[in-house]
């Protein structure tokens, strides 16, 4: 397993340099200033190249090059962005990277409402307060419609909540869900997010999953052409939000998917955070079972306060939470060796740790939500433990 590292670029106050020291192998790193729907020329992505390179990494995986809202509401604009998003490839591939990560999730990327929550170690740790976001949706956002996506007892829950919240807790809440989390491309006030919402009327899931279809039968070609990866990463949280569809948090979903587009180059990121926010997901299982179209992994664990879905979880350290990530990790050495044997040229999986608490320096430090340099360090090194472990031939695998 290749041990690669998100890096937001200069701008981020965890360095390359830090990275390299946390013993990471590769970058992860995306043209985050090009404005969604414009093409990454080779320039900018040649000189991000020797931005990571000064700093002693390579850049080998993109995360994420945005899709467009007009992609996935078949907007006028959408001919013109997958032509862009086309074009980027082909600059991405001359440039030597190859695998590129992307989501499909309509107007709101990973999705918090709290940014830094206290744990009993006193680390802080971001989380998914479900009635706190029901409270924004309700009583902040006054969605149309909204008092129907909640159950009964939700509902009633921020009913109770939302007075209790001051003027500053309501407008954290607004910030952590509308004005974006790091790699989120946008910012978005609460007019433009009832615009965006608006825009989505009559989209309903199968709606939306034939337009991931139709971007990817567009897409996936030209990447298997120019010998790459695409790896569609999976909703976050996992099941629908402010009553948009969202059609890749499960199995099943990614199984329609790569199953309608049958190329190998339509493939996976395998977010075991994001997935196992669900009590329903089996993540060692769908490591198996997707195993041969999984291109990246983001390894990270959520601790569910309640087995349901929806439910509020937390961003648990990497080896507590739901997720047995031994189990995981198994069945991805696994997969290695099933690709070893097939004679694979992509038998070296490449992941990342994927978040991390702030800890210790981190809480001074001001890096990106969810990025620290000593929680994921910590995560990094727990999970290269286990690998070396399991690798090693006293134990054997
Ligand atoms: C959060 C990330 C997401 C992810 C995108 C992939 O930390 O995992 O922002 O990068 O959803 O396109």
Redesign the pocket.
Known sequence: MRQTW?WFGPIDRVTVENALQAGAEGIVS?LHHVPTGEVWSLNEIRKRQREARAGGLEWELV??I??SEAIKTGGAEAVPHIAAWKASLENLARCGIRTV???F?PVL??TRTELRWKTRTGARAMRFDLIDFAAFDLFILKRDGAAATYPDTIRAAAEKRFPELDDEARAALAANIGAG????TERYSLDDLRRLIATYAGVDAEKLRKRLIDFLSEVAPVAEHLDMRLC???D?PPWPLLGLPRVMSTQADYEAVLNAVDLPANGV?L?T??LGARADNDLPGMVERLGPRIHFV?LRNVRREAETVPCSFFEDEHLAGGTDMVAVVVALLKEEERRKREGRSDCVIPFRP??GQDILDDLTRGAQP??PAIGRLKGLAEIRGIVRTLEHPQFGM
Request: aromatic share 10%.
């Open positions: 998100r995306a995360e994420s945005p899709v990560c992307y989501n999730m990327d990973w989390l790091p790699g989120s569609c990463h999976p976050d990121t977010c955070g994001s983001h994927d978040h969810g990025y």
